[in-house]
Structure formats: C-alpha cells, structure tokens
C-alpha cells in the first residue's frame, strides 16, 4: 500500500514538472522597474535570465531588418530586453507615430476628464462651438466626444479633410463604425476645455511626466507626433501599469480600463483609439465589413494595441508583463493601421519565449 501511495505522488510530481517545464510563457517575477525621467539610463535583462530562446533572436532581428524597420524594442516588467536600430536610424532619432498617436490623443482626453474639464459623454459642440460639421443642428448635436473616441461620429469617411466642409453626414452617431480621422477634433476640445494650446496641456500633463521627448507636427490635416522609440516605449509602460508612473497615477483606472475594453457593439476589436486584440470579430479601417476571430491570431489574446500607418506599432501585453514597439517604413505596402506584417512579426516573437 504504502509502495503504491509513493508511485502516485511520484507519478503527479513528475506531471507537475512537465506541465511546468511546457509553460511556453515563464510568468516573469521581477519587480516592475520605471527608467528616470531624465538621461539614458534604462536597466535590461537578458534573454538568458528570461530563460527564452536565444536562437530565435536573429531570425526575428533580420526579418525586422528586411522588412524596412528603424527601431525595435521589447521590454519585460519595464527593463529591455531588445533594443535594436536599423537602416541608419538610431537611438536620439524622432520618427513619426502616424495612426499610433491617436492613443496619446485618448489619453489626454481622459486625463481632462479626470481633472473635471470635460465630460465624454457631453456633445463636442458645448467645447467647440456650433457648425464643426456640415450636418444639422440636430444631427450635430448627437455626436459627443466618446463617439470621436470610438470611431462611431457617423460622419463620411470618403475623406480625411476635417474642415466642416468636409464633415458630412452619413449615419447617426453611435450606428456606423468607421476610421476617420475626425477624431483630432478632441484635440481642440481638450485645448478648449483647459484653456491652454494642446501640445502645452500634453507636455505638462502627459509627456514631461514620463520623461518622454518629441513633439506633434500639423502634416496637412493631420496632428501627428513625433519621437525617439524609447519615448513610445515610455508610453507603452504607463499604459502597461494601467496610467500609473511609478507611485504617480497620471491617467485614472477606470478610464484607462474603459479606454482598453470593447468600447461600442460593432467592432468589437475598438476601444478609445485603442486596437484590442481576443475578440470575437473586429473592422478594418476603410470597410464595413466583419471580420471573424482575433485581430492578430498569433498574439497573446488580451494584447492592446496603438497601431499607425506604415507599421507603427505599440503592444502592450499585460499577462506577460510586456511592452512592444516598432517604428519604420512600411513593411510591405502602405497600410493605414493593420497589415500581415503583424501576424508573422508575432510568429516571430512568440518563438522567443516558446
């Protein structure tokens, strides 16, 4: 008897070692690590101590290299674990966020919320003012500014032109999702609202606070912003740590979790300017269609994600403790937010770890 109670527990000693051993993901243990403010200092940790795959890091670094990239990094609660520049780019160059930026748009958004200058879910006229559209009163007024967060305004999207000219309707606020890039009118109304120039209220509120550089740029009808790769990487960790700096906590929980949740009922894959990957079904930019399953199948499921034309790329991997970020030329052809490029790069980075 007492011979088969120890084969039992041997037996489920060995089981658990295995099932241990399979873990493709080793849940990281270290203490969450935020770099200073000011210089380059920034701790690491290396793939060994990770206990990750060392053969799968030049795979993944030529592929980066070939598919046009200018900068990569990944970090593990906060540390580096890769940081690599390529086709004569380097770490004291800016480079654009396009698309990937409109996060940083959200976030100041709620970040005014929190200080009691704005409410989401009030009209964007009260900020603003009257006729920012071609609609009618009545129509214009139904559009608020979580509809601008959520990509549901039901303005035209046959044009990126943010002149009322060009804000035309085409559906109620709240029954059409579509990929516009009215959403920079949150801009005026977090300016509006704080009485400061935008870029005074994201450097003051946001960006000093982190110790990021940069700085936006008008392209045309566009607000796009501008940095070093480590100044994403930056934002990628406060996101990471849900708007916490540190002891800091400089967006709220609950809007950071709203703005990282499904956020209306028909795509799925949206939250406030934020890619959410795991869902059920999500849209595409410039369709109407529904597209089944995850918006990267090969990421872990509950990635979030700021994504900008011609592959710029934030991801931020909660269960994994992760910060991922990719700034360059576009991979393959021009892209608005989404490509191939992400599943295969996941490929890659998964046979990392696995």
Not at 103 to 118: K, N, P, V
Not at 225 to 252: C, D, V
Not at 331 to 336: C, R, S
Request: charged share 15%; with cysteine.
């Amino acid at each position: 008897m007492i011979k088969n109670i120890c084969k039992i527990l041997i037996l489920l000693l060995c089981a658990s070692c295995s099932k241990e051993d399979n873990n493709s993901t080793p849940t990281p243990t270290q203490s969450m690590y935020f770099p200073p403010l000011t210089g380059n200092t920034w701790e690491t940790v290396s793939i060994s101590d990770l206990k990750w795959n060392q053969n799968a890091v030049q795979p993944l670094l030529d592929y980066l290299e070939l598919k046009n990239s200018k900068s990569f990094i990944i970090l593990v609660n906060g540390r580096i674990v890769l940081e690599n520049y390529f086709n004569q780019h380097d770490a004291t160059k800016n480079w654009y966020w396009a698309s990937a930026g409109k996060t940083l748009t959200s976030t100041m958004t709620g970040i005014a919320q929190q200080e009691g200058l704005l409410n989401i879910n009030n009209k964007v006229s009260q900020y603003i003012g009257m006729g920012w559209t071609s609609e009618t009163l009545a129509k214009e007024n139904l559009i608020t500014c979580k509809h601008l967060l959520t990509m549901t305004s039901g303005l035209d999207d046959s044009t990126d032109d943010v002149e009322p000219v060009n804000l035309i309707y085409k559906a109620d606020a709240g029954t059409r999702w579509a990929y516009h890039n009215v959403y920079v009118k949150l801009q005026d109304v977090v300016a509006k609202a704080s009485g400061q120039t935008w870029e005074n209220y994201f450097n003051t509120k946001l960006r000093d606070k982190i110790g990021m550089n940069g700085n936006w740029v008008q392209l045309g009808v566009n607000s796009v912003y501008t940095s070093n790769s480590r100044s994403m990487a930056r934002f990628g960790l406060l996101m990471l740590n849900k708007g916490k700096w540190e002891s800091n906590q400089i967006l709220n929980e609950t809007y950071f979790n709203e703005a990282t949740t499904t956020s209306q009922n028909i795509n799925l894959g949206y939250g406030y300017l934020w890619w959410l990957n795991g869902k059920t079904s999500y849209h595409l930019p410039q369709s109407q269609l529904t597209f089944p399953g995850s918006v990267i199948p090969t990421a872990p499921n509950d990635t979030f994600m700021a994504l900008g034309k011609n592959d710029q790329k934030i991801y931020v991997v909660p269960s994994k403790n992760m910060v991922i970020i990719r700034m360059g030329d576009a991979a393959d052809g021009e892209n608005l937010a989404l490509s191939d490029f992400d599943e295969t790069l996941w490929k890659k980075i998964t046979a990392l770890y696995q």
